[in-house]
């Protein structure tokens, strides 16, 4: 079956440092990749999406990039602020391959990133 | 620009008592699905809906029912709360051909 590992955190960096949270993942289809961000009291909202190796995804700052040959899609961003604490998902969904019909998103765990001023 | 909606945000159950989560949305979506968010596990599928009228088990269905009489609404039913469903729920829709889901903001349950 599917699955995401991601590290678990918490993270706690300085404002303007560098960010690299790692996302691994397995699958038996062509999966799409996601990062789901999560503000304190807050719903998931996407952050950023790739459907094919080698694609990029960005937004806000962030990028990641789908590596089909590790299996990895690891989020990045170069300087890092105070608003930027939440609580970020990588998740993977094989919908596309199955032809539609999306059976819901594989979650990782969750990486608590605290941001200090 | 309601998206999606849940209610209640905040519920206290006593063991063995029932209750629905609502859930609707506006964006006309064919998938709708429900999570469980626990401390250190993540999120976790518990039922979801590719259309009215169509409904399938995710990963932790039991305790849980779902029916999807509408595109727009996607209730959950806790038939006899039991401690173990304490946990904050999330509904989400999507388009069917897309994986990219918009999410609730969220109702957390306690049973006592």
């Known amino acids: 079956g599917n699955s995401v590992t991601q590290m678990e955190g918490p993270v706690t960096l300085s404002e303007e440092a560098f960010l690299t949270i790692n996302c691994t993942y397995t699958?038996?289809?062509?999966?799409?990749l996601f990062w789901y961000v999560q503000y304190p009291g807050e719903g998931l909202q996407l952050l950023l999406k790739?459907?094919?190796?080698?694609d990029k995804g960005s937004n806000k700052g962030f990028e990641a990039t789908y590596r089909k040959e590790t299996t990895s899609f690891h989020l990045e961003k170069g300087s890092v602020q105070v608003s930027d604490s939440a609580v970020y998902f990588c998740?993977?969904?094989?919908?596309?391959?199955?032809?539609?019909?999306?059976?819901?998103?594989?979650f990782g765990k969750g990486t608590h990133l605290i941001i200090q001023p | 620009n309601a998206g999606v909606t849940q209610t209640p945000k905040f519920q206290v159950l006593k063991t063995g008592q029932s209750m629905t989560l609502q859930c609707a949305q506006d964006?006309?979506?064919?998938?709708m699905s429900w999570y469980r968010q626990d401390p250190g596990m993540g999120l976790r599928l518990i039922h979801y809906?590719?259309?009215?009228?169509?409904?399938d088990q995710g990963e932790v269905p039991n305790g849980y029912n779902v029916s999807r009489s509408t595109t727009e609404d996607f209730p959950l039913r806790l038939l006899s709360a039991a401690p173990s469903q304490t946990s904050v729920y999330f509904c989400?829709?999507?388009?069917?051909?897309?994986?990219?889901?918009?999410f609730g903001e969220g109702s957390r349950l306690t049973v006592l």
């Open positions: 989400a829709s999507g388009r069917s051909n897309t994986g990219e889901l918009f």
């Open positions: 699958a038996t289809g062509y999966p799409s």
């Open positions: 790739a459907t094919k190796a080698d």
């Open positions: 998740a993977l969904s094989d919908s596309l391959d199955s032809g539609g019909g999306a059976d819901g998103l594989t």
């Open positions: 964006m006309n979506h064919e998938y």
């Open positions: 809906s590719v259309g009215a009228g169509i409904t």
